[in-house]
C-alpha cells in the first residue's frame, strides 16, 4: 500500500468540504506539535508532503492525502495550545471535534501522544469524545528518540492504564519515532490490513 503513490488531495476547512466518503480513511489526532504532520511524512516516505513545523498550530486544516487511490491519509489540526488567535483556535477544534465525530468511513484514529509527556486532560477529552463516537482508536507514542528506556517504560505503562477507560480504544500501542523510523512499519501494515468493506 505505501509502494504507491500519495498525494495531497486538499485542506478542508468545513464539514462541507469533506470528499466523499468512499474510501477507507484513518486519521491522525493529537496535541500541537505532538509529530503527527511528520508522522505521515515519514509514513509516506516524504520529507514536506504534510508541513510540520516547530510552532504548535501549524496544521489549521483537515488535510487530505490520497494513499494508492484506495484509502485516505488525514492530517488534522492540534488539539491544545496552539500560536494562533483565540477565535481561529476556536473554530478548527470545532471542526475537528465534528470530524472525529461525524465522519462515517473513518476506520481508525490514531491519537498520538508525545513519548515525553503521556495522556493529557486534553487527550482525555478526545479519547471520550471517541468512544462517545464509537471511533475505533489507537494510540501511537511519537519522539521516543528524545526519551530514555526507563521513562519510556513509565509512559507506555501511564498510557496502557488510560486506555482501560475508554471502550473505543484499542490495548496496543505503537512506539514510534519519525526522525529514526521507529515503528513506521509496524503501524504501515496497522494501516494496510484495515481491509476496504
Ligand atoms: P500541529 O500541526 O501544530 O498540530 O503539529 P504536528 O502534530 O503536526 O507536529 P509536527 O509534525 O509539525 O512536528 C512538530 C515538531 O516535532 C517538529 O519540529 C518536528 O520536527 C518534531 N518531531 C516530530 N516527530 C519527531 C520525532 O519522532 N522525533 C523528534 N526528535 N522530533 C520530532
Ligand atoms: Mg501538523
Known amino acids: 500500500l505505501f509502494a504507491g503513490q500519495t498525494t ?3 485542506g478542508v476547512v468545513a464539514m462541507s468540504g469533506l470528499p466523499p466518503a468512499d474510501r477507507v480513511e484513518v486519521c491522525f489526532a493529537g496535541r500541537s506539535n505532538v509529530g503527527k504532520s511528520t508522522l505521515i511524512n515519514a509514513l509516506t516516505g516524504h520529507k514536506a508532503l ?3 513545523s516547530n510552532t504548535p498550530g501549524r496544521t489549521q486544516e483537515i488535510n487530505y492525502f490520497t494513499l494508492a487511490d484506495s484509502h485516505y491519509l488525514v492530517d488534522l489540526p492540534g488539539y491544545g495550545f496552539a500560536k494562533a488567535p483565540v477565535a481561529v483556535v476556536q473554530k478548527w477544534q470545532n471542526l475537528l471535534k465534528a ?3 461525524g465522519r462515517p468511513t473513518l476506520r481508525r ?3 498520538l501522544i508525545d513519548a515525553r509527556h503521556g495522556v493529557k486532560a486534553v487527550d482525555r477529552e478526545i479519547l471520550s469524545l471517541l468512544d462517545k463516537s464509537a471511533v475505533p482508536f489507537q494510540t501511537v507514542l511519537t519522539k521516543a528518540d528524545k526519551v530514555k528506556t526507563p521513562e519510556l517504560e513509565k509512559v507506555i ?3 496502557r492504564a488510560s486506555l482501560q477507560a475508554h471502550p473505543a480504544a484499542f490495548p496496543e500501542l505503537i512506539v514510534t ?3 529514526k523510523g521507529e515503528g513506521i512499519a509496524t503501524l504501515r501494515s496497522t494501516i494496510a ?3 476496504d468493506s
Open 157 to 159: 505503562e501511564q498510557v
Open 109 to 111: 484514529a490514531f491519537v
Open 99 to 101: 470530524y472525529l465525530s
Open 50 to 52: 504534510a508541513r510540520a
Open 177 to 179: 519515532s519519525s526522525e
Open 8 to 10: 495531497f488531495l486538499k
Open 193 to 195: 490490513a484495515l481491509a
